[in-house]
């Protein structure tokens, strides 16, 4: 591996403040990719293929720099080793990938509003349940479960037959960076304009002549947490709904199916649950059953009818 080091012009000490570190890209070997890859998945969930082996070193080269690592192996023995998790927590900053967008993919937010909404909040009404509890599981910098607050607001504007009160909305994320950007809700123009439809942006949203920030009410709906969703059984209470889209997909078969098992126990019977347009339950299906909505919108119910011997309710 090939590092520049600058040496002090006067002394010609190789000084830790004179070293510049600037790991070569491409120069990881095998075997320190594999502790790296292994290390990375238990600390994440995220499995890092092989083919990712560039995309990994160009990520971590910051944290190289910044830790003063001559080697990928020196960083996973600071890692490693890493007790108050501060350098952990850097690299899932670093490795995680935290696309996301207002609304998307849309058909979700519409099945959410059009029918399930409006089949809670029916119960609601009638005394059959008290509130509507709505998990987003890898919810990055906010943008979902923002929009899934949005759309309960405009659902109770347009029925007034529920209160914003009795509805709880609960987002994390491994990533500590981007649950700091969820919780403060500002957004640039170029991530509002990604997804974000301008009667909504002029109804939710304040501009302070740069920023775009969400408005009190829609933050109010919603609690952000940084916390992995392996450990989810630990701190998420039952919820009726859950938003999981574009998060499992670096994980492993196995490691996807532990984190089913958990929705399968947290989902309240006959819940709901929304995976990413190309994502899908795999060998989950004793568990989930998948129904088609307006054409092409995928939900998943829970199958706990079929344990208890109750009828579907919808
Ligand atoms: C691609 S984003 C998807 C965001 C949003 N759900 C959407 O579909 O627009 C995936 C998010 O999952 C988070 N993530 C990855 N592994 C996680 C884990 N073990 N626990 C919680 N969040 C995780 C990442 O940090 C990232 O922000």
């Known amino acids: 591996m090939v590092f520049n080091l600058r040496i002090?012009?006067?002394?010609?000490?190789?000084?830790?403040?004179?070293?510049?570190?600037?790991?070569?890209?491409g120069t990881i070997n095998k075997s320190d990719f594999q502790l790296l890859q292994n290390h990375i998945e238990s600390i994440?969930?995220?499995?890092i293929t092989m083919h990712k082996m560039y995309l990994l070193q160009s990520r971590l080269s910051p944290i190289m720099a910044?830790?003063?690592?001559?080697?990928?192996?020196?960083?996973?023995?600071?890692a490693v080793t890493d007790k108050t998790n501060k350098i952990n927590n850097r690299i899932i900053d670093a490795i995680t990938t935290n696309e996301t967008?207002?609304?998307?993919?849309?058909?979700?937010?519409l099945i959410l509003k059009d029918i399930i909404l409006k089949k809670m909040a029916l119960e609601i009404v009638s005394g059959k349940r008290k509130k509507i509890r709505i998990w987003s599981a890898?919810?990055?910098?906010?943008?979902?479960?923002?929009?899934?607050?949005?759309?309960?607001?405009?659902?109770?504007?347009?029925?007034?037959i529920i209160q914003p009160d009795q509805v709880e909305i609960f987002a994390n994320d491994i990533s500590s960076r981007v649950i700091e950007i969820a919780k403060k809700g500002v957004y640039s123009s170029l991530e509002i304009d990604r997804g974000l439809p301008s009667e909504i942006k002029k109804q939710y949203f304040s501009f302070d002549g740069k920023n775009w920030e969400i408005h009190p009410k829609v933050k109010k709906l919603v609690c952000?947490?940084?916390?992995?969703?392996?450990?989810?059984?630990?701190?998420?209470?039952?919820?009726?709904?859950?938003?999981?889209?574009?998060?499992?997909?670096?994980?492993?078969t196995l490691k996807k199916m532990d984190v089913f098992n958990a929705f399968a126990k947290i989902l309240r019977p006959n819940g709901?649950?929304?995976?990413?347009?190309?994502?899908?339950?795999?060998?989950?299906?004793d568990i989930f059953t998948m129904k088609m909505f307006k054409n092409k919108g995928l939900y998943y119910k829970n199958n706990f009818f079929r344990r208890f011997k109750q009828p579907p309710i919808l």
């Open 8 to 25: 002090n012009n006067k002394t010609g000490d190789k000084t830790d403040n004179a070293r510049v570190v600037t790991p070569e890209l």
């Open 44 to 47: 994440s969930g995220i499995s």
């Open 66 to 78: 910044e830790y003063k690592c001559l080697t990928y192996f020196e960083l996973y023995k600071i």
């Open 101 to 109: 967008l207002w609304f998307r993919d849309k058909t979700p937010f």
């Open 138 to 160: 890898g919810c990055s910098t906010g943008q979902e479960p923002y929009s899934i607050a949005i759309t309960i607001l405009e659902y109770i504007k347009k029925n007034n």
């Open 224 to 252: 952000f947490f940084q916390k992995d969703i392996r450990a989810s059984l630990n701190y998420v209470s039952m919820q009726d709904i859950i938003f999981c889209r574009n998060t499992l997909i670096y994980f492993s």
């Open 272 to 285: 709901y649950l929304f995976l990413g347009g190309a994502e899908s339950i795999l060998d989950a299906t």
